[in-house]
């Protein structure tokens, strides 16, 4: 018999990664609150419950939470129709949300204070694509023992796994330097790309060259797709990194004037598709 693991958030990035543990022989037991996914989630093989209560009674050990905020995250774990509800007892949310890492460790010490639940939080880097062929960067931490028995779900939905030790929030901490030096390196590339336009020099084959040289980076490799991305999605969510990595600088006493450079050209960069504050 398979094993079952809960997944609750079958949005963009959600559901690929449930597709996956499904692929790899996991039974999957979804939940969203959108039922319209209902039907596709279903026809890939996910076993689609109405309530997060059968959630928690029916997965074995696991339940991964891949939803949006700190605020629906306590509202999955501790809602009227919450994990809670259901018999919970023993069984490790398993946070894959993007959430700053003061926060991550709020929702961890209400885990332990309010509930019989354990908590880890794995952080993913990679997007839709990465979600889809099961090639996501996981970023792990919380208590070694459980990271240890939840990773071969790790494995099912990534190809880079790391474990950043048993302090909740650290896995974001990880993921806020990686988008730090993507901040930087996005900005880097399109000041070189400017100049290069001053000069006439062909794009392409500037790009050429950067993949071979010095100058070369996943942003290089990627620049016909991150050139495409816009203030209202891709370049909005860089930007709150950056700002959420700014402000860990201020208060842990740590210069980081590349990042807030990279902030503050990238809000420039944006011009009349300023994001709404």
């Known amino acids: 018999m398979s094993k079952k693991i809960g997944f609750v958030g079958l949005g963009a990035v959600g559901f690929p990664m449930a597709v996956n543990l499904k692929k790899a022989g996991f039974e999957v037991i979804g939940y969203d609150a959108f039922k319209g996914v209902y039907e596709k989630a279903e026809a890939a093989g996910l076993t689609m419950v109405e309530t997060l209560k059968e ?81 996501l960067s996981i970023m792990v931490s919380g208590s070694e023992n459980i990271v240890t028995s939840c990773r071969p779900y790790f494995d099912a939905m990534g190809s880079n796994i790391f474990y950043y030790g048993n302090e909740t929030g650290n896995s974001q901490i990880a993921k806020l330097i990686n988008n730090l030096i993507l901040g930087v390196n996005v900005n880097a590339v399109a000041e070189g790309l400017k100049l290069a336009e001053h000069f006439n020099l062909p794009q392409d084959e500037l790009l050429n060259l950067l993949q071979v040289s010095t100058g070369d980076s996943w942003v290089v490799r990627n620049w016909s797709d991150v050139s495409e991305w816009t203030a209202d999605a891709t370049l909005k969510i860089l930007l709150n990194d950056l700002t959420a990595v700014n402000q860990q600088g201020i208060k842990h006493h740590v210069t980081l004037p590349f990042s807030a450079l990279a902030a503050t050209q990238l809000i420039d960069s944006f011009g009349e598709g300023k994001p709404k504050s």
């Open 55 to 135: 959630v928690a009674e029916q997965a074995d050990e696991a339940i991964i939470s891949m939803v949006r905020d700190y605020d629906q995250n306590v509202d999955v774990i501790f809602g009227s129709d919450g994990l809670m509800t259901g018999d919970s007892k023993g069984k490790t949310v398993i946070c894959m949300s993007t959430l700053d890492p003061d926060t991550m460790k709020q929702l961890n010490q209400k885990v332990e204070d309010e509930s019989d639940m354990n908590l880890i939080d794995a952080g993913v880097s990679g997007g839709v694509a990465g979600a889809e062929a099961g090639t």
